[in-house]
C-alpha cells in the first residue's frame, strides 16, 4: 500500500475549503495524509482547518507567519513531507476544482507505471470528460502552455493546473529544497529544476513526465488570478529561461 502526502496550499480559504470532503476521503488500498498549509491567511482559514483536522486521521496544519505566495507554500510543505519518506508527494488546489476522487487515477499510474515520476493534472475539454474554464482564463491559458512549452522545449499542454503528484525521490528533495525564483509559474520552475537538475540528463528527466488529462474540473469563484497577472507570469517565464539557461 503506498503512503501519499497531498499538500494544500490555503491562503483566505475559509468559505472554499469543503469540509466534509477532505474529511471523509479515503483512497481505497493506500494512505493519504493532508498537510494543509495556512499561508498567512486571515480570516477564519485556521479554525475550519482544525476542524478538518479534529474529524481526520493523517492532517497536519502547517502555519506560515504571514503571507508569502502560493509558491513558498507548496515549497514549505514538501521540505517537511519529504522528511517523513512517503510514497508520493502531491499538491492540491484547496478549492477542490478537480475532486479528490481523481487522485486514484494519479496514483495508479504511479504504481503501474514505473518510468513516471511526476504527473500533471492537464485540463484537456474532450468528448465524455467535464472541463469547464472561464473563457478568458482558457485562452490566457493556453497562449501561456504554448509560450511555456517554446521555452522549456517540451510538448507539455498545460502547467498551470493546481493538481500534481511526485514520486518521493531524492531528486524531488533537491528540487523543493530552495525557495523558487518565481511565483506565479512556480509549477514551470519546479519542471525546469527537474530538467536541470537530473543527474540522468534532461531526456530522462523528460520521460519521467505524464500528462493526465482531468475527467472533471470546473472554476470556482474566488479564485484569485485575474486576467492582468499574466503580464506577472510572462515575467516569470524570462526569469526561469535566463536563471535555469534553457
Known sequence: MARVVLVVPCYNEAQRLDVEAFANYALPGHFVDFRFVDDGSTDGTSRVLETIRDRRGGVVVQRLEKNSGKAEAVRRGFASAVAEKPDYIGYWDADLAAPLSALVDFVALGETRHDIDIVFGSRVKLMGRSIERLAWRHYLGRLS??????TLKLPIYDTQCGHKL???????????????LTNWLFDVEILARF???????????????????LKQWV??????????????????????KRSYRL
Open 219 to 240: 472554476d470556482v469563484r474566488g479564485s484569485k488570478v485575474k486576467p492582468t497577472d499574466f503580464a506577472s507570469a510572462l515575467g516569470d517565464l524570462a526569469t526561469i
Open 145 to 150: 502552455a504554448t509560450l511555456v512549452s517554446m
Open 195 to 213: 530538467l536541470t537538475m537530473d543527474p540522468e540528463g534532461r531526456d530522462h528527466a523528460a520521460r519521467s513526465i505524464y500528462e493526465y488529462p
Open 166 to 180: 511526485f514520486r518521493s525521490t531524492d531528486l524531488l528533495a533537491r528540487v523543493f529544497e530552495d525557495r523558487f
